[in-house]
């Protein structure tokens, strides 16, 4: 194969390629970086990092939080003060973080076609495959990035309240709905972690709570109650259990105590590890 001398640039101290744009440091300038697209010149900046593998748009971060995004050669937008994850969530969405304080921090889909930013926040918990689970409580939006990047919404089942966890192939997410008479009603969810799609859905004849719900990851199983724990006071409730892999309803029963040795699926273990 023979190749023929297109361009040529003097004075290259080091260079990263990305895609179809590459970075170099000239000896002149170490502090400086020069973005080029093709043999063409985009952006002269302190280099930090990229966003890789984004077919259209190329998104470059400074050392001062500068945010530059190009459509080809084209600058089309500047965001100052965030930062950028390296792995895009797809073709014109990115994810940027904000810093509040040590140590906390923000989180937004940023679609460059829209121009539109979405808070959402990082389930850091559930990083169970090769992903990274994100959540928008309020609006129901669940963005999954990774082996499998798919993004849903569950508003028609009202706010998330919790993600409970994934057992298989479940990711198992506790909702709370409220109609026009402020009656609200729980409701539990499985979604396919490949897909996005419903897999199970439980609410109505199940005496569910959307707060006091856990996934006991070692028994694969999901238990719910909705009376009150005491050490001191025994009080009724009803118990339910749910197996995390099928969604079949395991137990649906009324216990005139939580502590009652005949649940077996102790509550006292529910409760000093999960609540």
């Not at 259209?56 to 003060?81: M, N, S």
């Not at 979604?191 to 006091?212: F, I, Q, R």
């Amino acid at each position: 194969m023979q190749f023929n001398l297109s361009s040529k640039i003097e004075g290259v101290h080091t260079y990263y390629i990305a895609d179809s744009v590459c970075v170099l440091v000239k000896n002149e300038a170490p502090d400086r970086h020069l973005l080029l697209r093709d043999t063409r010149a985009l952006l002269e900046l302190s280099y930090r990092s990229m966003v890789k593998k984004m077919q259209r748009y190329t998104v470059v971060l400074d050392k001062d939080k500068k945010l530059t995004i190009f459509d080809g050669e084209d600058l089309i937008r500047e965001l100052y003060g965030y930062g950028v994850s390296e792995e895009p969530y797809s073709n014109n969405e990115v994810i940027l973080s904000k810093r509040l304080s040590k140590g906390v921090f923000e989180k937004y889909l940023y679609n460059i076609e829209e121009q539109s930013m979405t808070p959402i926040f990082e389930i850091a918990a559930i990083h169970t495959l090769s992903f990274k689970l994100f959540a928008d409580y309020d609006l129901g939006k669940v963005i999954f990035t990774g082996e499998c990047s798919w993004q849903t919404d569950v508003s028609s089942y009202g706010k998330i309240r919790k993600i409970l966890g994934v057992a298989g192939d479940n990711l198992w997410i506790s909702c709370m709905s409220e109609d026009e008479n402020r009656y609200t009603k729980a409701h539990l969810i499985a979604l396919d972690v490949h897909t996005g799609d419903l897999k199970h859905h439980l609410s109505e004849g199940v005496p569910l709570n959307d707060a006091h719900i856990a996934l006991l990851e070692d028994r694969q199983c999901i238990v719910s109650y909705w009376g009150k724990i005491s050490s001191h006071q025994k009080s009724e409730s009803p118990f339910v259990e749910i197996d995390a892999l099928t969604g079949a309803v395991v137990r649906n029963t009324f216990s005139p105590s939580l502590y009652d040795a005949n649940l077996k699926l102790g509550a006292w273990q529910y409760q000093d590890n999960k609540i």
